[in-house]
């Protein structure tokens, strides 16, 4: 007999006993955080990040690696030389109560706790709760657990963004991305080769744009617009006399923004026609240096529909306005790098008057400081914004696609009825969550609790009336689309689930060699 998703749930969570593991933790040198890869070897994928503070579930070791788990599911690998090994308590892997909430649940996403959040952000939130529908208050279904979708985004958004993604073109991003970006086997570590930074960026923004076609009701770009802006700076603009005193206005953040941008899309829901642009930008070849203020005010002019500066973008009034800044470098224009650096951090002071959101991206760090440039970080921090931090350029390919670009990190449900929690809920990085909580007979008081970057919370109660009987064919055809449209954010809980079996079956192999000690 065919088993629903939500019994399902209910018998891994049994399946997990009652056995605990150590725990696995960065050192104390650790300043950023400890890569954790796929397989047990440094040239292997990127999948997550163990940030100081942070804690993964020990699983076993190999030469040089300990196998871990995080709180999301993800499996990886992480260095022994940068991490400690420490015991854990016990702890009831039963439903969660909700009693005083918790604020330790794990980040959800490949790269959560990778960023360096810096959100400032007003802790409004609206809650498009997609299902149940707002009028259907009673549920009849021999399946106890209620599907619950919608997105947890800024208030007045209602899960519509206009995204711009702002890449770096100047000739250092001719340099080799340090790993295979082509995904042909090879390390290409020559002169703007296949394995060069500029295509670890348009891999990464082609591989973003793919994502972004499945979320939650998006698939055809309804929901999310995305347009692409590119950024240099002619070299014999250092230094110029007249830039010598640079005044940072908004007129003269707009002139940098038409001498050293370009717009390459503007704003569309048309994914296949940025796709073609990403893939002749791959091709071309970067000159020039680096002027962040020009490639953050013609992000400005096109997010905020400027027409008299030249927007060839129509936003959106209801759309979050977002940048996602790429750079591998430091402002170096205008003139010095001491007014690049004002200007920069000026042009991100703009875009948070127009109420524009920038997540920035440090492609690698300095060879001597082991660190990222602090303008890209302070230009996040006066956007509302995120800052994440890369060891290699080429790790932006697998980060970018997983990190959110809304201000919600984590989506909880509780029954308040029974006073109980589901493990299970996915956030997508819209913002768009999906989970299915236990009902009991009669009236259930179900609250959607969004934490947000900056750790404080937002929720919203809604009350269904469950009754156990065999559903009708229209409930059973509803249930249907609503695990299809959001298929992608299911996908990532049966990923937790066949992580959960898989650390419990290696518990239970721990359990029975401590038990019955080693065979001669």
Known sequence: MKKTFGVALGLVVLAAGTAWADLVVPSERVRSGVFVREHATRDSRVVASLIPGGTAEYLRSVPGWHRVQLADGTLGYVSEAWTRRIPAPPEDPGPVAAGPRSRGFGLLGIVRSAVTSVFRGRPRVDFVI????????????????????????????????????VIDVSTSTNEYAETDVSGDGRRDDVWSGEDSILRAQTRAAGNFVRALKRLPRNHNGQRIHVGVVTFAGDERFRLRPEDKRFDPTPESI?????????????????????????????????????NFAAGIGRAIIELAGLDAQGATSRPRADAQKVILFLTDGKPRLPYDRFEARRAALRAAKLAERFDIRINTFALGKNALTRSANSSVREMASRADGNFVQLENPADIVTILNAT????????????????????????????????????????NEIEVIAMLHDRREASETFTVEYRYAVPVHELVQQLETIRGENRVLIEQIKDRLTGEMEAARARKRL?????EGPSD
């Open 511 to 515: 359990e029975l060699f401590v038990e």
């Open 130 to 165: 997609r299902d149940p529908h707002p009028r259907r208050s009673v549920y009849r279904h021999t399946d106890p657990h209620l599907p619950v979708s919608g997105f947890a985004t800024p208030l007045g958004a209602g899960g519509s963004y206009d995204i711009m993604l």
């Open 254 to 290: 707009y002139a940098l923004a038409h001498r050293d941008a370009a717009t390459l899309v503007p704003l569309t829901r048309d994914y296949e026609a940025i796709q073609r642009r990403l893939e002749i930008l791959a091709r071309s070849q970067p000159l020039g240096t680096t």
């Open 404 to 443: 959110s670009f809304a201000f919600v990190d984590q989506v909880k449900l509780i029954n308040q009825t029974t006073d109980r929690e589901t493990r299970y809920v996915t956030t997508g990085i819209d913002g768009s969550f999906y989970g299915e909580i236990a009902l009991e007979e009669g009236e």
